[in-house]
């Protein structure tokens, strides 16, 4: 299984990007999908989850800016990001939950970062 993001950018603050991530492999189901960050000298953080019914859940500092989604059928999540400030400068991971077979264990697997860079 592997995961590979895409859509870091630079862009000015006030500015938006969208950020994907594409699940490949042998995948029987995937359950919880999202996307974490990583600024310099910091730990990694979760930025927004999504269930596999589409129910999604957000650190408090990117509610109303950020919205995750995914796409079942493509095993694909997105992260649109809107009112991007200097604080959200880091590098994005996108994780996923998911049985390889149907009687597998679920393991998480992670994406290989994406950058993002606003400037102020």
């Known amino acids: 299984v592997q995961l590979q993001a895409s859509g870091g950018d630079l862009v000015q603050a006030g500015g938006s990007l969208r950020l994907s991530c594409a699940a490949s492999?042998?995948?029987?189901?995937?359950?919880?999908m999202g996307w974490y960050r990583q600024a310099p000298g910091k730990q990694r953080e979760l930025v927004a989850t999504?269930?596999?019914?589409?129910?999604?859940n957000y650190v408090d500092s990117v509610k109303g800016r950020f919205t995750i989604s995914r796409d079942n059928a493509k095993k694909m999540v997105y992260l649109q990001m809107n009112s991007l400030k200097p604080e959200d400068t880091a590098v994005y991971y996108c994780?996923?939950?998911?049985?390889?077979?149907?009687?597998?264990?679920?393991?998480?697997?992670w994406g290989q970062g994406t950058q993002v860079t606003v400037s102020s």
């Open positions: 994780n996923a939950k998911i049985k390889q077979v149907w009687l597998s264990n679920v393991i998480t697997y």
């Open positions: 492999g042998t995948i029987y189901s995937i359950n919880d």
């Open positions: 999504i269930s596999s019914e589409g129910f999604p």
